[in-house]
């Protein structure tokens, strides 16, 4: 059973002034590091943090064996969680960074910031369609950071990008599928899109079961309330992809409670 | 009968898959035998949740008599298992359970293990223990509801909620219910958590008849 939260809580506290020396210390790269994720962490939106942020996303001092830069992709996430608008053009800049990871966080953090103006750039990374999402040689990872992509082209609600993204529900990787099925749904609101992903409940992997729980809980998609609670996973996730749906639904309705939202309920009572 | 129970505990402990597990435990569960009690709260700690889940109904099918085994075998080191078997004290509802329960709602550092506990708490059955000891009891859970239900973790102030109404039904609405219904109100104009505004609404709802 993992509660993600819970491994947070061992983390040392630092104080705003202090995360923000850390970050502008150059003799630590380790201190930098954490300082750009606490920064994330607890939602410091002050403008000196984030200009800081933004200025991390640029950082060439801190540098993995094989070239990756951890500094950046922590910044950019942390940037995300900040929702920070005045940060879109700098992760915009990311998505062409040769750090896959950098670019992933950047695609993961426009999402959040939900800043429309990225889409083209988004788009661009899906050049080549589903024949060049292949995996790189000597790497654990694809060409780009497809999930990341597709998620934020859903969020951000692309429309004009549903034929490119269409052709992902038959790539070779399930969780880049579960992706473009998230993100068609979020386009297109069609259920069978939906339904790829309850299908994804009876898999036999773990891992694939939570990220489709997560897919789920995201697109808020009410179909799903019994599969969420029947599939074999940790309550704690069912827990959250129940409240997604429930949040979805509670929108899109007035004060009266539905049965649709008490039966929702009752089955999050049920997995406490 | 006892030679059957040994081979289901057998095919517990060789399992290797997870599917092959999730039937042991159940095929385990199913004859309900006390000796199988021990073999389910291993279980808890396997780390894998599907089997869990079936070791948590089994045990809460077994009643009062897993409650000391559970009490005797919970693993402070290993916060799956404890959220598991508090799972299942939640569940059982013996007054037994009661301090430990408390302190989880309270003390846990594992938001799951408050959560569970803080259900729990609404679930006691009162009349399993002495008439002398309930009403101090049910003034303890009460409160530790009402500082429950300030958690830090939506979840557990969900469960708190749910423990609360809980609370109230096992009670006949006969102690405190304006304590529970201010505090109700109280937690919807600081909440914004749209799901936990809901579940305080439901939760009126269903306590609307005691008043």
Same mark, same amino acid.
């Given at each position: ?9 061992n983390?040392?506290s ?6 923000l020396?850390n970050?502008?210390q ?16 607890f939602?410091v939106k002050?403008? *000196? ?10 950082d060439?001092?801190d540098r993995t064996?094989d070239g ?18 005045a ?14 990871y ?10 959040m +910031?939900?800043?429309?103006q990225? +889409?083209?750039a988004? +788009?661009?990374l899906?050049?080549?369609g ?16 497809y999930e990341?992509i ?13 034929l490119m993204?269409?052709p ?5 990787? *399930? ?6 099925a998230?993100?068609?749904y979020?386009l297109?609101? *069609?259920?069978?899109?939906?339904d790829?992903?309850?299908q994804?409940?009876?898999g ?6 939570r990220?489709?729980?997560?897919d ?6 009410l ?6 609670y029947?599939?074999?996973?940790e309550?704690?996730?069912?827990? +959250? ?5 429930? *949040? ?5 309705q ?5 049965d649709q ?6 089955l ?5 | 009968?006892?030679?059957? #129970? ?6 517990v402990?060789? &399992?290797?898959t997870?599917?092959?597990l ?12 006390? &000796? &199988?009690?021990s ?8 780390n894998n ?7 948590v109904?089994? $045990? ?9 085994p559970?009490?005797e075998? #919970?693993?402070?080191y !290993?916060?799956?298992a404890r959220?598991?078997a508090?799972?299942? $004290? ?13 302190d989880?709602a309270? !003390?846990?550092f ?6 569970s506990?803080?259900?729990? $708490?609404?679930g006691?059955r009162w ?9 101090r009891?049910?003034?303890? #859970?009460l ?5 429950v ?5 939506w ?10 109404? !809980? ?9 405190q ?5 201010t505090?109700?109100?109280e ?6 958590e749209?799901v936990i ?9 269903v306590l609307?008849?005691?008043?």
């Open positions: 059973m993992s509660d993600f939260a819970e491994y947070e809580s983390s040392p630092l104080t705003v002034e202090q995360a020396a970050l502008q150059k003799d630590d790269s380790g201190l930098r590091y954490y300082a750009a994720w606490w920064l994330g962490r939602r002050e403008p *000196e943090a984030i200009t800081m942020l933004i200025d991390a996303l640029g060439q001092t064996p990756g830069y951890p500094l950046r992709r922590n910044a950019a996430t942390a940037l995300g969680k900040l929702e920070s608008i940060a879109v053009p700098a992760l915009i800049d990311c998505l062409a960074c040769e750090d896959y950098v670019r992933e966080s950047a695609a993961f953090a426009l999402e +910031i939900g800043d429309e990225c +889409i083209p988004l +788009i661009n899906l050049d080549g589903v024949e060049a999402a292949v995996q790189v040689d000597g790497k654990p990872h694809l060409r780009q950071p990341a597709l998620e934020a082209l859903g969020t951000l609600g692309a429309r004009n990008a549903i993204i269409e992902f529900l038959a790539h070779s990787t *399930e969780k880049v599928q579960y992706a473009a998230r993100a068609l979020q297109t609101g *069609e259920n069978r899109y939906g790829r992903l309850i994804a409940l009876d036999k992997d773990l891992q694939l079961r990220s489709a729980l997560m789920l809980g995201a697109i808020g998609y179909n799903a309330a019994d599969p969420i029947n599939t074999l996973a309550n704690s996730l069912k827990l +959250i992809a129940l409240k997604g749906l429930l *949040e979805n639904h509670l929108k899109q007035s004060d009266a409670l539905s939202s008490k039966h929702v309920m009752e999050m009572d049920g997995l406490l | 009968m006892e030679n059957h #129970v040994t081979e289901l505990i057998q095919a402990e060789k &399992a290797d997870s599917e092959g999730l039937d042991a435990v159940k095929a385990l569960c199913a004859i309900r035998h006390q &000796a &199988a009690i073999t389910l709260i291993d279980v808890l700690k396997y949740p599907g089997a869990a889940v079936a070791a109904d089994g $045990l809460i099918e077994m009643g009062d008599i897993a409650v000391s559970i009490l075998q #919970v693993d402070g !290993n916060y799956g959220a598991w508090t799972r299942a $004290l939640a569940g059982i509802g013996d007054p037994r359970a009661l301090e430990l329960l408390l989880a309270l !003390n846990d594992s938001l799951s293990v408050r959560r506990a803080a259900k729990g $708490l609404g006691i009349e399993k223990m002495p008439l002398k000891d309930a009403t009891a049910k003034q303890e #859970v409160a530790a509801l009402l500082k239900s300030q958690d830090p973790e979840v557990v102030r969900y469960a708190a909620i749910v423990g609360l109404e !809980n609370f109230a039904i096992s009670t006949d609405g006969t102690f219910l304006e304590e529970i219904f505090r109700f109100q937690m919807r104009e600081s909440e914004n749209p505004c809901a579940r305080i609404q439901l939760a009126e709802s609307d008849k005691y008043r």
